[in-house]
């Protein structure tokens, strides 16, 4: 028996295919026989005088379908070895007829109002899984609206990239040639920095308090929701304690489990055997499962402690840059107040639906993104379903499903506690801006596949959902992520890693990085644009990984055979699971070097050559050559790096004092190089200086308002 056709058919009506193929596909030739799935095709065993097909195999082809992940799939077996008369031809019609009868399709949430019936109502005859189970969750209505808003906003911002919505302004230079017609505020700043978004906000802004600034955090949410959990590592987790945010007892407390491994696997039952790779075991990767909520709770009483403010259900509505200090507008969403407040500096951790984001990138916030969704799941699963010691950090059990390679992730909680998470890899297209709804549709449907469970017994505790940025820069200037007095941060700032990480990774590896560099700035009024963009969490190393994300997603409009991405999926871990445990450790927490880049590319070259022919299909010339630019950067910084490192950090430690004194725009940008040179961990002496600062933190507070008025 021989496999002549493997497709997947983006609907999950099983039913209307095969009654397709039953009833209105014609073969053109041969007796077409109706089997419960498809049909069989008996054709002439002649091929010409010469070539019989032997007498015991029958001439025929086997067409059937069967259905998972929420869509279909067809395969076509042919008995004989040898082709039959008009094989191909039967092929070609059957393809064909598939793809005009089944194209594409990426259906829009529904416009609804609220006002007069509920969301569950409203949204019931288009997702009835989502709305069943969201009706089973506390504060389930509320989540579901958030989910509805964050996709409608993410749509708006896709669909119109050369014309974004204007919500930062400048009263000495117009943004974009548009201006503002409201009056500057004279007074002096009321707060060193004003952080919108209370997330990942939270964290930075703690560490800044800290340090005696005077810090304000505006939140939409009441303080202290968040669509999303959070793991970590222990190293990583390091830098909290490090920069004296937390004891380590305290570190401890917001764990709420801590697993003995994490496994990656992808789907292998139709790729080549030499492709498929054994279970890939990170043991350190993403292995603490945080107590999100008592961590927010945590930060902001510190936050609060330390002099900040929270104003929270606070909605962000524009930002007007003057000389000395920015002037928020903002609207208290109870009482639908609008407000003013005014900083030195605005940072914006909003997200990915970040305006602000929006406006300063135009066309180009994002390249990619990850529409996730999921739940943390209380208790229901069966004994033995799953053991609590361990996480799923990448796993798929299907292909390609209407044009997207599903991927999920588990990682256990406190007690019985499950967080769950699905999501793909999605180049931004206005046809097709990816979508939470349809995604939660999938998560509902086929979270039994994935995880053996009766989702009726199941305990739901809260969704979790976002969309996940990504941006395949070409250089560390590649992004905006500043303008005067404005800096971006996080998710809203799009430069985390593109393989398994979201902001908070990227934020929590970098913090110590990204403090620094802010106090330096703040400290010395450096708070122009050319300053500030260069704060960031910019990686050479990570740029080139971005082809690697690519390689993940299906261009929106074509067919891949369904195994494709699986496939390489397959090639990639499967040479990072033949090393030691160490090389996969660094590659997944943006730690690897070029030689180690450089030999692992090599061997998945060796090991499967229509990887490259693969990757020029899915990426393009275009992209191609753009990557090429990351590369040579990489190359270029890796020997930067080889040639300054022993050196450099020790004459910036020696020579700070001067700097500081009579070029700090050059020391600032110093700092930033020391930085690149350290991939993200900077050096000692910068500890000790960070350290040093800590224990002036009662002064810089206390003098704070006397240093912003005199700037």
């Known amino acids: 028996m021989r496999e002549l056709l493997y497709i997947e058919i983006p609907t999950p009506d099983k039913a209307t295919v095969c009654n397709w193929l039953q009833a209105e596909f014609e073969p053109g030739t041969g007796e077409k026989e109706l089997t419960s799935e498809g049909f069989r095709l008996r054709v002439s065993k002649t091929t010409n005088k010469q070539e019989r097909v032997p007498e015991k195999l029958p001439a025929e082809l086997s067409v059937f379908v069967w259905?998972?992940?929420r869509t279909t799939y067809l395969k076509v077996f042919r008995w004989a070895e040898k082709p039959l008369p008009g094989e191909q031809q039967i092929l070609l019609r059957l393809m064909s007829g598939i793809r005009k009868r089944f194209p594409h399709h990426y259906p829009e949430p529904p416009a609804i109002d609220c006002s007069d019936v509920s969301i569950f109502t409203s949204l019931a005859p288009y997702y009835p899984l989502t709305v069943k189970y969201f009706q089973k969750m506390p504060n389930g209505e509320y989540d579901l609206a958030r989910v509805y808003w964050w996709e409608q906003r993410w749509r708006e911002g896709v669909r119109n990239p050369q014309k974004p919505r204007q919500v930062v302004f400048s009263h000495s230079e117009n943004i974009r040639g548009q201006g503002?017609?409201?009056?500057?505020?004279?007074?002096?700043?009321?707060?060193?920095?004003?952080?919108?978004?209370?997330?990942?906000?939270?964290?930075?802004?703690?560490?800044?308090?800290?340090?005696?600034?005077?810090?304000?955090?505006?939140?939409?949410?009441?303080?202290?929701?968040?669509?999303?959990?959070?793991?970590?590592?222990?190293?990583?987790?390091?830098?909290?304690?490090?920069?004296?945010?937390?004891?380590?007892?305290?570190?401890?407390?917001?764990?709420?489990?801590?697993?003995?491994?994490?496994?990656?696997?992808?789907?292998?039952?139709?790729?080549?055997d030499k492709?498929?790779?054994?279970?890939?075991?990170?043991?350190?990767?993403?292995?603490?499962?945080?107590?999100?909520?008592?961590?927010?709770?945590?930060?902001?009483?510190?936050?609060?402690?330390?002099?900040?403010?929270?104003?929270?259900?606070?909605?962000?509505?524009?930002?007007?840059?003057?000389?000395?200090?920015?002037?928020?507008?903002?609207?208290?969403?109870?009482n639908q107040i609008n407000k003013q407040v005014s900083g030195r500096l605005l940072v914006d951790a909003m997200g990915t639906a970040s305006p602000i984001a929006w406006q300063l990138n135009g066309g180009r916030a994002f390249d990619s993104v990850c529409p996730t969704v999921g739940a943390v799941i209380e208790r229901g699963f069966e004994t033995g379903v799953w053991d609590s010691q361990y996480g799923d950090v990448l796993n798929s059990h299907g292909d390609i499903s209407r044009g997207r390679q599903l991927i999920w992730e588990l990682f256990p909680g406190a007690n019985e506690e499950i967080t769950i998470y699905l999501f793909h890899y999605h180049e931004v297209q206005s046809e097709n801006p990816g979508s939470l709804l349809e995604m939660y549709e999938d998560f509902f449907s086929i979270l039994p596949e994935y995880r053996r469970c009766d989702l009726d017994k199941l305990v739901w505790k809260k969704p979790t959902f976002g969309y996940i940025p990504g941006h395949f820069s070409v250089g560390s200037s590649d992004r905006t992520v500043a303008f005067d007095r404005?800096?971006?941060?996080?998710?809203?700032?799009?430069?985390?890693?593109?393989?398994?990480?979201?902001?908070?990774?990227?934020?929590?590896?970098?913090?110590?990085?990204?403090?620094?560099?802010?106090?330096?700035?703040?400290?010395h009024d450096l708070l122009s644009f050319q300053n500030l963009n260069r704060i960031s969490a910019f990686q050479s190393n990570v740029s080139v990984t971005w082809l690697f994300s690519k390689g993940m997603m299906?261009?929106?409009?074509?067919?891949?055979?369904?195994?494709?991405?699986?496939?390489?999926?397959n090639t990639f871990f499967g040479l990072l699971a033949s090393e030691p445990t160490e090389v996969a450790d660094n590659f997944i927490k943006d730690r690897f070097d070029w030689y180690t880049f450089n030999r692992l590319a090599l061997k998945a070259a060796r090991k499967n050559p229509a990887l490259l022919l693969w990757i020029w299909q899915l990426a393009g010339l275009k992209d191609l050559l753009r990557w090429l630019g990351n590369y040579f950067d990489f190359s270029r910084h890796t020997l930067i790096r080889a040639l300054l490192r022993g050196w450099f950090p020790s004459f910036l430690s020696r020579k700070q004092s001067w700097f500081e004194q009579h070029h700090p725009a050059l020391w600032l940008r110093l700092l930033v190089i020391s930085y690149a040179l350290s991939t993200g961990t900077h050096p000692q002496h910068l500890k000790q200086e960070l350290g040093d600062r800590r224990q002036d933190s009662g002064v810089r507070r206390q003098d704070s308002g006397v240093r912003s008025q005199e700037m």
């Open 554 to 569: 299906v261009p929106t409009g074509k067919f891949l055979p369904p195994q494709r991405i699986n496939a390489m999926l």
């Open 180 to 272: 503002s017609n409201s009056s500057p505020v004279s007074s002096s700043p009321q707060f060193d920095l004003i952080y919108v978004g209370g997330a990942l906000g939270v964290i930075h802004a703690a560490v800044m308090a800290k340090l005696g600034y005077r810090v304000l955090l505006i939140e939409r949410l009441p303080f202290g929701r968040m669509n999303r959990e959070w793991n970590i590592s222990r190293d990583e987790i390091q830098s909290l304690i490090n920069l004296g945010l937390f004891t380590s007892a305290e570190v401890e407390s917001i764990i709420g489990r801590e697993y003995k491994d994490g496994f990656n696997k992808f789907f292998d039952a139709y790729i080549n």
């Open 67 to 69: 259905s998972i992940q």
């Open 275 to 334: 492709l498929k790779a054994p279970v890939l075991h990170t043991p350190t990767v993403l292995n603490l499962g945080l107590d999100s909520d008592k961590l927010l709770r945590l930060l902001g009483q510190k936050l609060r402690t330390l002099g900040g403010e929270i104003w929270d259900e606070t909605e962000f509505i524009q930002a007007e840059v003057e000389k000395s200090q920015v002037v928020i507008n903002v609207k208290h969403l109870p």
């Open 486 to 523: 404005l800096i971006a941060i996080g998710d809203a700032a799009s430069l985390q890693s593109p393989l398994v990480f979201t902001g908070f990774g990227s934020l929590v590896r970098n913090l110590e990085r990204l403090t620094t560099l802010l106090d330096t700035a703040l400290k």
